[in-house]
């Protein structure tokens, strides 16, 4: 199982970054996906996450309405489009899955991001002007 983040870079208060988790071993078809961050000296928190079973998705509400998931099968990735990006959105994202635990079920808060066991490299994402 391998989770693979990337997108990540510099871009002024008010842009857009696409972020894309690539991934390998399992099927986006039976296993859900989601997207978290950790900015210094903070938890880590959900931002996002795409159920497998309904394509159902769930967001932080500090990202709703600013932040979209989609998925594609075929190149089995992942997408977080970021867009009005603000300075406190500066953290490094991740994307994670579990084979038990739904990253829904963390996002949504009922559980702790510590109940997910496959985890992919983060990509820095840094708003400033």
């Known amino acids: 199982v391998q989770l693979q983040a990337s997108g990540g870079g510099l871009v002024q208060p008010g842009g857009s970054l696409r972020l894309s988790c690539a991934t390998s071993?399992?099927?986006?078809?039976?296993?859900?996906i989601g997207w978290f961050r950790q900015a210094p000296g903070k938890e880590r928190e959900g931002v996002s996450c795409?159920?497998?079973?309904?394509?159902?998705?769930v967001y932080a509400d500090s990202v709703k309405g600013r932040f979209t998931i989609s998925r594609d099968y075929a190149k089995r990735t992942v997408y977080l489009q970021m867009n009005s990006l603000k300075p406190e959105d500066t953290a490094v994202y991740y994307c994670?899955?579990?084979?038990?635990?739904?990253?829904?079920?963390?996002?949504?808060?009922?559980?702790?991001?510590?109940?997910?066991?496959?985890w992919g490299k983060g990509t820095l994402v840094t708003v400033s002007s």
């Open positions: 994670a899955t579990d084979f038990e635990t739904s990253p829904c079920t963390v996002v949504s808060g009922a559980a702790s991001y510590y109940r997910l066991d496959y």
């Open positions: 071993g399992f099927s986006l078809y039976h296993f859900s």
């Open positions: 795409i159920s497998s079973s309904d394509g159902r998705t």
